[in-house]
């Protein structure tokens, strides 16, 4: 098992550029099963496990799927499989997404349920009860999932939450049934816009996609598409927040400055000095950050639940007091408890964790506990005094495409060991 090793205290100085979503990539290579005409091709996709394991999912079901650099071709043009076992449906949370894109296309899917429980409960009703009102009748039995999708029907979906997975799910399932389907209360992730992008690029007619009110108009079928996944906005935050956490001065390129708006308005009370163009971010650290305004996750333009940890990293060595209000998932705080032990006094309750900044956090050995836990603790190893190891990289490497290369570029001492 390998972990990575960080000598902390260096400012971490120079330009890289943000790689492809990992959010968005998945339920775009999801989305080429329905493509029955030619063969796609997709840019700018991020080397990460996620990825992989969506490649073997794809050529599970019988898709032809190449993958050089950070382009993958897929073609799924022939008949395919509408099974998933569920060695590969357990290894990746958002693999439920192929549950709408499988019933589309061959009109019946057999799915497991998806894998673990990193952030708390994270249940599906929201997705099968969607995919139920579009005419899929679903049973559970033994673990998997079978959707008969035979006699689907347009209609109005109206989520009780802008659920991201859902939303995604209902739109792989709907855009080639006849008539119009209209999903009400959608979430309005600029993932979504860049599924929705992708999909009429293959001659789907969708509109309405980054507001609330989705409308997806049925066509008979989609031909292939030349496409480039956007920019990972949640890695970008990453960056920024390890440089305001050393002190140092980054430009990140390949980034949309939009979707980083709450993160860079924090960062910006924080005392960071914050330049954007319309692809680049520079950011300027203060000698000392300052605590922010209270900080509450919510569904995007709101502060995404994934930059939360990032922050609470962040703050720990803020001058003054930091609130942070969890509003998504129940599990988020757990590297909370870890950072306490660099030295943070971080108490949580609830969903709130209350932040006293530090004057330093000190290197330590560690474990991340998630994906987004486990990069909290590498901004939190880069501002330490000393030493830190952090195992459980696998949970790190989740998220992040040469993490190690990109911070050693930017000056910081880490290593993989
Ligand atoms: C996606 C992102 C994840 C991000 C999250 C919220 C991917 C691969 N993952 O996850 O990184 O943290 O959006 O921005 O894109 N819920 C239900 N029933 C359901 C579905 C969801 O109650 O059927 C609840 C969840 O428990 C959670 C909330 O809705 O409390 C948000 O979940 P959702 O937006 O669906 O997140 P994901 O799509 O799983």
């Known amino acids: 098992m390998s972990r990575l090793v960080i000598e902390g205290g260096k400012a971490l100085c120079g330009s890289i550029s943000v790689h492809g979503a990992k959010n968005a990539v998945l339920p775009i290579l999801a989305a080429t099963v329905l493509c029955s005409d030619g063969v796609n091709v997709i840019h700018n996709c991020p080397n990460l496990k996620d990825v992989t394991v969506t490649i073997e999912i794809l050529r599970k079901l019988g898709a032809r799927v190449t993958r050089q650099g950070h382009t993958i071709t897929v073609d799924a043009r022939h008949r395919l499989r509408h099974h998933?076992?569920?060695?590969?449906?357990?290894?990746?949370?958002?693999?439920?997404?192929?549950?709408?894109?499988?019933?589309?296309?061959?009109?019946?899917?057999?799915?497991?349920?998806?894998?673990g429980c990193e952030l708390g409960p994270r249940p599906i009703d929201l997705h099968s009860n969607a995919l139920e009102s579009l005419g899929c009748k679903i049973k559970e039995k033994n673990g998997y999932l079978h959707v008969n999708a035979k006699r689907l029907k347009s209609t109005t979906l109206p989520l009780s939450f802008p659920s991201v997975g859902a939303t995604e799910n209902i739109l792989l399932a709907s855009c080639l049934i006849p008539g119009v389907t209209v999903i009400e209360n959608a979430a309005k992730e600029p993932e979504i816009i860049d599924l929705v992008a992708f999909l009429n690029a293959m001659g789907a007619s969708i509109t309405g996609a980054g507001t609330s009110r989705i409308i997806i108009t049925g066509v008979p079928r989609l031909h292939a598409a030349d496409y480039s996944i956007m920019p990972d906005r949640i890695a970008a935050m990453t960056y920024l927040c390890c440089a305001a956490a050393t002190g140092g001065s980054i430009t990140l390129t390949n980034v949309v400055p939009e979707h980083l708006e709450t993160g860079l308005s924090i960062l910006a009370q924080c005392g960071c000095f914050i330049e954007a163009t319309s692809s680049t971010v520079t950011l300027v650290a203060p000698p000392?950050?300052?605590?922010?305004?209270?900080?509450?996750?919510?569904?995007?333009?709101?502060?995404?639940?994934?930059?939360?940890?990032?922050?609470?990293?962040?703050?720990?060595?803020?001058?003054?007091?930091?609130?942070?209000?969890?509003?998504?998932?129940e599990s988020r705080f757990k590297s909370a408890e870890v950072l306490n032990t660099m030295g943070a006094s971080i108490s949580v309750q609830d969903n709130h964790a209350e932040i006293h900044g530090v004057s330093t956090l000190h290197g330590r050995t560690v474990s991340a506990p998630d994906l987004r836990g486990g990069a909290a603790l590498v901004?939190?190893?880069?501002?330490?005094?000393?030493?830190?190891?952090?195992n459980n990289v696998q949970y790190i490497d989740r998220g992040y495409d040469s993490l190690v290369t990109n911070l050693r570029h930017l000056g910081a001492n880490i290593e993989r060991k």
């Open 379 to 390: 901004i939190a190893a880069l501002a330490a005094d000393g030493i830190s190891e952090i």
């Open 84 to 115: 998933i076992p569920a060695s590969l449906m357990q290894q990746l949370r958002s693999s439920i997404i192929f549950m709408g894109a499988i019933a589309a296309r061959t009109h019946k899917a057999k799915i497991s349920m998806p894998g």
């Open 288 to 329: 000392k950050l300052q605590a922010p305004d209270t900080i509450t996750t919510a569904p995007y333009p709101g502060f995404p639940t994934d930059a939360q940890s990032l922050f609470v990293a962040l703050l720990a060595c803020a001058e003054g007091t930091s609130h942070v209000h969890e509003t998504i998932f």
